[in-house]
């Protein structure tokens, strides 16, 4: 889920709003499908950025229950083979700076438009989802199955200097993340970001395509995101040269630094 650019939003159609034939065709009620951008919070809660002019945001005004489809199934031969999850929550309108940051990190396009009036900021609340991972792969999760206790403190007080550190000074090692870890082309005229980290991972983008990097347990402060990061930096160097794993690495290399550190070099 997290890896997702896009989702497919349900909401239930509002039937009282005045517009003739209403009642005659009992459009009230009705589920109301749309494609929506999403972003996450660290925590993995979905954000979308929603206008008041939008049929799907008048439906949540009415009724918060809302469905996202996030779908996993890109490039497959067979589609119905691959993953797919319906999440269920209700969306309400979220005045947190956090959100909406890492809302514009993840979709910088919609830096154009998010200041308009009418746009906000909507945090979903998930209650349940339910899972296709493949044929006869089927089940229902909960709330504590996607998501994370809570948002760590310390890591999204750091998260703004550590994305700016590492877009502006690691350059190389973003695109080894990408490359070797994601999986993804290494063609390209733009450099690859990072566009927010996560308890979880790191997510990275360049022009419209999107990457995620999973870490290997759960990193709650910036120093552990800093050693973390550094150490996927040397596997994916390792990866890439066909070095063993167990190499030995020259200190000196260490790809990323802290951005404290890195600062008071600087002066």
């Known amino acids: 889920m997290r890896g997702a650019g896009l989702a497919a939003l349900s909401t239930v159609l509002r039937g009282d ?17 749309s494609l929506v951008q999403v972003a996450f919070d660290l925590d993995g809660t ?9 049929d799907h945001t008048k439906n949540i005004a009415r009724d918060p229950r809302v469905g996202l489809l996030f779908d996993g199934t890109a490039g497959l031969a067979e589609p119905l083979s691959g993953p797919r999850l319906s999440v269920l929550g209700r969306a309400e309108r979220s005045e947190e700076p956090r959100h909406r940051a890492r809302f514009l990190a993840r979709h910088p396009g919609a830096a154009l438009y998010a200041g308009f009036a009418d ?8 209650e349940r989802a339910h899972l296709v991972a493949g044929f006869g792969r089927v089940r229902w999760l909960d709330r504590a199955d ?23 000074d690691h350059a190389d090692a973003l695109r ?34 999107m990457a995620r990097v999973d870490f290997d347990h759960s990193v709650e402060n910036p120093e ?15 990866s890439a040269s066909g070095s063993a794993p167990g190499a030995a690495d020259d200190p000196a290399d260490d790809p990323v630094d802290s951005p404290v550190e890195s600062k008071d070099r600087d002066g």
């Open 46 to 54: 979905p954000l979308l950025l929603l206008s008041t002019l939008a």
């Open 119 to 126: 746009f906000s900021v909507y945090a979903v609340s998930v």
């Open 176 to 209: 080894l993340y990408a490359r070797v870890l994601a999986g993804r082309t290494a063609d390209g005229a733009e450099p690859w970001t990072m566009t927010g980290i996560d308890p979880d991972g790191c997510d990275l983008r360049r022009s419209g395509e």
């Open 17 to 33: 709003d005045g517009q003739a034939g209403d009642q005659q065709t009992g459009r009230g009620g009705w589920p109301y499908p």
């Open 146 to 168: 996607l998501l994370l206790p809570g948002v760590p403190a310390a890591l999204a007080e750091a998260e703004g200097a550590i994305l700016a550190h590492m877009n502006a």
């Open 224 to 238: 552990d995101a800093r050693v973390t990061l550094a150490g996927l930096a040397r596997q994916a160097r390792q």
